[in-house]
């Protein structure tokens, strides 16, 4: 009797990402020469950048203090002694024939994030943590723009833009710790939260401040040892690290039942076909032949600089969501939502601090102002709505002197213009009638324009409860107070 043929089920996934994010540096890690994105090619260059004879590099300051503060967050050790060194390979846009990058003793090491998991059905939450192997710095290359087809093998000719050599990285390389696309895709989500919030990066994966490159293998549920790897080179979207993982899976897992083998080799993810597809047999690291940067010192950061730079990190992503939960009783999709951006966190807790009920203002942002923000494009902290004036609009709802329905009447004109809440609902007149003798005589108004309701009412159709609700708040462009209106209407319509 043969036993059944393996599922899918019955294999894992072993995943690890090699991020590189761009920082936010005015100028180039080694040279003077600009960092701007999007100028003219080859306009933001120089002698050191393109490795002419007798140059010598010097380090940017201000990308030491990025990549320490960037380990910082994400919990790793930071070397007091580390180096650069030269990594040889040939490729037409890179101009020296080598990179400047750290090999055996980069910056930071053995640190970790928590990724946050979200089931699609249920809705829970639950929390991994993922450790990050090493953290160091380096040049990135230029840019090969290929003419004449989407694929190189068809290229009519070749061009260069060295405009992008000499940008500063930190490469970011996770532990095999993920297991799924959900998990790599959301892990690269937060290592940009991160890098956002401190200010090291802008992390614009459509301009290329963030790529990933995804190295994975899978293998029998079970065993300790690591399948063959394959890496899947330059991931420029989260919604595409996910579908290359999951399609990577699957290609390797039928290939092992099929009894095919799996080479360790360099993929591409081809958008249009939802697939990856061979590039080329993967380098080991001795083919760089690796060896001490001649011409940079090695970099000693002293224990008073590297506690000054701690004291600067902000409270960061996955902390300013626990407490928004435990602290502000906000539901961890909320939480998510107004951590997510440093300017909304820091528009929340402004509004907040100003007096305003805390899940009032995150229902306000995260749904009202964050869909009037998408459709015009604009980040928080352009429009007109500053935090004081949501904060005195939600203090107007909650004090009974407006009700929600006046709320979103009114916030189009403070979402463009701006303004005084309370100076507008003064000048209007539309302060909320909570007095119930005037809310009584309404009441009678509106009972005696529909006597045919009335009666179908107290014949037991007690859903028209809410049609004479809205004739109320129809009667008064919605400013009485709905609560009482409930309440004193319904004493009415069962007397």
Not at 192 to 216: A, F, H, T
Not at 249 to 273: C, K
Not at 304 to 324: C, F, H, I, N, V
Not at 471 to 494: I, Y
Request: charged content about 25%; some cysteine.
């Amino acid at each position: 009797m043969t036993s059944a043929a393996p599922t899918k089920t019955q294999y894992e996934a072993v995943i690890g990402l090699e991020t590189h994010c761009q920082l936010s540096t005015e100028t180039k890690i080694f040279s003077p020469s600009s960092t701007a994105f999007g100028a003219d090619p080859n306009t933001h260059i120089d002698p050191i950048v393109l490795g002419m004879p007798g140059v010598l590099p010097v380090l940017n300051q201000r990308v030491l203090e990025y990549a320490v503060k960037a380990g910082l967050a994400l919990n790793c050790q930071i070397a007091p002694y580390s180096k650069f060194d030269r990594k040889q390979y040939f490729y037409p846009d890179l101009p020296k024939n080598y990179q400047i990058s750290q090999f055996d003793l980069p910056i930071a090491e053995h640190g970790w994030l928590e990724i946050e998991l979200v089931d699609p059905k249920t809705k829970d939450v639950s929390r991994k943590r993922i450790g990050i192997t090493r953290l160091h710095m380096e040049e990135d290359a230029g840019k090969l723009v290929h003419a004449g087809s989407d694929r190189l093998s068809g290229s009519a000719y070749s061009l260069v833009d060295f405009n992008r050599a000499g940008v500063p990285l930190v490469e970011i390389v996770s532990e095999p710790d993920l297991r799924t696309g959900q998990e790599a895709a959301e892990y690269a989500q937060e290592l940009r939260r991160i890098m956002r919030y401190l200010g090291v990066s802008d992390g614009n994966m459509q301009e290329g401040s963030l790529r990933c490159d995804v190295n994975i293998s899978v293998r029998p549920v079970g065993t300790e040892k690591f399948g063959t790897k394959v890496e899947i080179k330059n991931m420029n979207s989260f919604s595409a690290i996910q579908k290359a993982i999951d399609h990577e899976i699957d290609r390797q897992v039928a290939a092992i039942e099929a009894g095919e083998p799996i080479y360790q080799e360099t993929r591409l993810w081809e958008e249009g076909s939802q697939r990856t597809i061979s590039m080329r047999l993967k380098e080991g690291s001795s083919d760089y032949r690796y060896f001490p940067e001649p011409d940079l010192p090695p970099i000693e950061v002293a224990p008073e600089q590297l506690t000054d730079w701690q004291a600067e990190l902000p409270e960061l992503p996955a902390k300013k969501r626990s407490r928004y939960e435990t602290s502000l009783g906000l539901s961890p999709y909320d939480a998510r939502v107004l951590a997510d951006e440093r300017t909304v966190a820091e528009y929340f807790e402004t509004v907040v601090q100003l007096g305003a009920d805390a899940k009032l203002a995150a229902n306000w942002i995260t749904q009202d102002i964050a869909a009037y923000l998408n459709a015009e494009k604009l980040a928080i902290n352009e429009m007109a709505l500053k935090p004081e004036m949501l904060a005195e609009m939600i203090q107007l709802i909650t004090g009974g002197t407006i009700s929600t329905k006046i709320a979103k009447d009114i916030l189009p004109d403070l979402l463009t213009e701006g303004g005084s809440p309370k100076a507008i609902v003064e000048t209007r007149g539309l302060s909320q009638i909570s007095d119930p003798k005037q809310i009584e005589a309404i009441i009678d108004e509106v009972l005696a324009a529909h006597p045919e309701e009335l009666e179908k009412y107290r014949a037991g159709k007690k859903k028209l409860q809410g049609f004479f609700v809205g004739q109320m708040m129809k009667r008064t462009s919605g400013r009485v107070d709905p609560k009482l209106t409930n309440q004193l209407l319904s004493k009415k319509l069962n007397s």
